[in-house]
């Protein structure tokens, strides 16, 4: 009989289909959050998809990505420390032999929960910070937590744990990039992720308030080479330049359905973060199928696979096997279409799209008039906002609008 609980113990699978395993599973636990950041990539109607998976259901679903051969295991949400049962997966998820990687914004990380979670057997930590000041971290998650995460961040390098901190960058925090920098070597992080935000869901509401301009970018950039030249060793820094700045596309998921497997709290199945919000692809659920026939079978995760979807210019383009045509959301949200070219590309049609948001960015850094658009208030993720977009795109499913910007 086979051990489902053994990597690839699916027979034969990869050499049926031709498709890899997935190796990365994201479990998002839940979308209830204490935070309410501007950029959360979580969906803008979250609160229509609150049922959660039981604690049976999330064993069910780990067990089988561990058998599907997935290595790597995020355990996020929302916050993933409001389910109680956060320690139980993690001890199922070690014995499973996953590498497990806790991604948190630190509250409701006591030193008990910290010492259950290092005997459970978690790996590491992922802890968010908005940006180096009290101030601008509350203002941005619209909450008092800063001085609780100093607070974490300490308790998290007793208890042994390794830490990456992550700090999302954009207009507001880029000028601040070497005081997020010199707060990541106090607080002793072996990783700091210094993530442009990237604009889908809250950020995409709030991209006139978010964008930077290149001048920002260019600036930061200087900063971390800088510090990594001198830090490099203690302190591992990543720092992504934005697509909206670049000429190419990145290998967005590194190919869509190629090595990521997410799990959304109520089990739909997901080949990115943001493929909920892409109209007409049926997202199947792990309350109903399988996850072997999810990932090798459902039109969701085939739909975009390797090469054959592309329509021109990536068909007939000499690059496609580098990019894979850059992301899906991307250019669903920028043309309309999820199987257009990704915009970033300057070869796309759509190109210009992009060109004019970074053009809007820097006349928002000069102009009066777009400085007062950028004094529009900042949509904010909570309960109350999310109903209004879940109210809003019920009525346009309705009256049959697709939602993109052609
Ligand atoms: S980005 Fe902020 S609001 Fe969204 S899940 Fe993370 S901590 Fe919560
Ligand atoms: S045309 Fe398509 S495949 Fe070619 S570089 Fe642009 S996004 Fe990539």
């Known amino acids: 009989m086979t051990d489902l609980s053994q990597p690839g113990a699916i027979p034969g699978a990869q050499a049926e289909t031709g498709v890899p395993p997935p190796l990365w599973l994201l479990a998002e636990l839940t979308y209830r959050c204490p935070l309410h950041c501007a950029f959360c990539y979580n969906p803008l109607d979250y609160t229509d998809h609150h049922r959660e998976l ?7 679903v780990l067990r089988d990505a561990r058998a599907l051969g997935a290595v790597q295991l ?85 208890h042994g744990f390794p830490m990456v901190m992550n700090c999302v960058l954009h207009r507001y925090n880029l ?13 002793g992080a072996e990783y700091l992720e210094l993530a442009n935000t990237q604009y889908y869901g809250w950020a995409r509401e709030n991209q006139p308030q978010l964008m ?102 990536c068909r007939s383009c000499e690059e496609k096997e580098r ?19 990704d915009p970033v590309c300057d070869k796309s049609p759509f190109h210009e799209q992009v060109v004019k948001v970074v053009q809007r960015a820097a006349d928002a850094s000069t102009s009066a008039a777009a400085a007062t658009a950028r004094e529009q208030p900042i949509v904010f993720r909570n309960d109350a906002n999310s109903r209004r977009f879940a109210a809003a795109s019920g009525a346009a499913n309705v009256r049959g609008d697709h939602g993109g910007q052609p």
């Open 175 to 187: 000028p601040h990039v070497d005081k997020i920098i010199e707060m990541a070597l106090a607080l």
């Open 323 to 341: 990019d894979l045509g850059g992301c899906r959301c991307q250019a669903f949200l920028l043309t309309g279409d999820a199987a257009n070219a």
């Open 54 to 60: 039981s604690t049976a259901q999330w064993l069910n």
């Open 74 to 158: 995020g355990f996020s949400g929302g916050e993933p420390l409001l389910r109680d049962d956060l320690e139980v997966l993690v001890e199922q998820a070690h014995k499973l032999g996953f590498y497990t990687n806790l991604i948190t914004s630190g509250v409701g990380l006591t030193e008990q929960r910290l010492g259950n979670l290092k005997d459970a057997g978690l790996d590491h930590i992922q802890l968010s910070f908005q940006d180096s000041t009290q101030q601008l971290n509350d203002f941005l998650s619209s909450t008092r937590t800063f001085e609780l995460k100093q607070r974490v961040a300490v308790a998290l390098k007793k």
């Open 212 to 313: 930077p301009t290149r001048e920002q970018l260019v600036e930061a950039e200087a900063v971390v080479a800088r510090y990594r030249a001198e830090h490099g060793e203690r302190c591992k820094i990543f720092f992504v330049v934005p697509d909206y700045f670049e000429n190419r596309p990145k290998r967005c998921m590194n190919g869509w359905g190629a090595v990521f497997l997410g799990v959304a709290p109520d089990g739909a199945a997901l080949p990115c973060h943001a493929a909920r919000g892409l109209p007409g692809l049926t997202l199947p659920n792990v309350n109903d199928t399988p996850l072997r026939e999810i990932w090798y079978e459902s039109d969701a995760f085939n739909r975009f696979r390797g090469l054959q979807w592309m329509k021109e210019p």
